[in-house]
């Protein structure tokens, strides 16, 4: 028997074919406000939007939108399509899939990376302050 992927009771299909306003009630209540409030308001956020729908008239989904909007919801119709999110310093590359859906940009383009420190130098602990002399 094939396992069917499903994501808040919803197929990758069924995810794809919903409008903002259908798929409301599938996001968090914290989403759903960012949605409403980022439609009637949100300049970056309208702006992105006719971005996208843009993009996908004219079929061109291989180059990744670069955006600096971190705090944009990811939308049903976004599904197979790549981002570019602004990160601080960098570009970082997120690929759409539907069980990213209802969280933001910027969840998965971390502005802070994994510090590896080396050991430690002279005078870093109580035992390297005397250093021999032979």
Request: proline share 4%.
């Amino acid at each position: 028997m094939v396992r069917i992927e499903k994501v808040r009771g919803k197929t990758e299909a069924e995810m794809k074919s919903l409008t903002i306003e259908q798929a409301m009630p599938l996001f968090t209540s914290r989403a759903r406000r960012a949605v409403k409030r980022a439609v009637n308001k949100s300049i970056e956020f309208k702006k992105l939007l006719k971005k996208v729908a843009k993009l996908q008239k004219a079929g061109k989904g291989e180059k990744p939108i670069r955006t600096q909007v971190r705090e944009a919801v990811i939308l049903p119709d976004w599904i197979g399509l790549t981002f570019a999110v602004h990160a601080g310093k960098e570009w970082k590359p997120v690929k759409v899939t539907f069980d990213k859906v209802g969280y933001r940009l910027g969840d998965f383009a971390h502005t802070t990376g994994r510090v590896l420190h080396s050991g430690p130098g002279v005078g870093a602990t109580r035992g390297s302050k005397f250093i021999p002399l032979k």
